[in-house]
């Protein structure tokens, strides 16, 4: 069980996340290999970061729709981007807008 007392642990691994056990509290670190597969799917990983405002997009419904294989990477990487972003509020917003692209993903909405 996590916790200080005698018996407990302080620190455990949860389905690839790091949970430990603080004096200011419950600290739950998520999965950095997923985290490095995105990236590296994407063709981010020397990327820096850049604090931005989120732009709303109108979905442009002249664009073609993507098919076969491009469609289903574009599903993959959105659905391991919603499950990163449980852990990392900063991509919490471009997770979100890119959910909602899932069902029918055009073209210039592909991640990457």
């Known amino acids: ?8 642990v302080l620190a455990i691994k949860f389905l690839g996340s790091r949970i430990r056990w603080t004096p200011e509290g419950i600290e739950c670190v998520g ?3 997923q985290v490095k597969s995105l990236l590296e799917r994407i ?3 020397e990327a820096r970061i850049v604090e931005t405002q989120g732009i709303k997009h109108l979905r442009d419904e002249v664009a073609e729709e993507l098919q076969g294989e491009a469609a289903t990477d574009h599903r993959s990487l959105v659905a391991l981007m919603n499950y990163i972003s449980q852990d990392r509020p ?3 917003y471009a997770a979100k807008e ?15």
């Open 1 to 8: 069980m996590l916790g200080p007392d005698e018996g407990e």
């Open 31 to 33: 999965d950095p290999k």
């Open 43 to 45: 063709h981010l990983e």
């Open 90 to 92: 900063d991509i919490d």
């Open 98 to 112: 890119l959910s909602q692209t899932m069902s029918r993903p055009r073209s210039g909405e592909e991640v990457g």
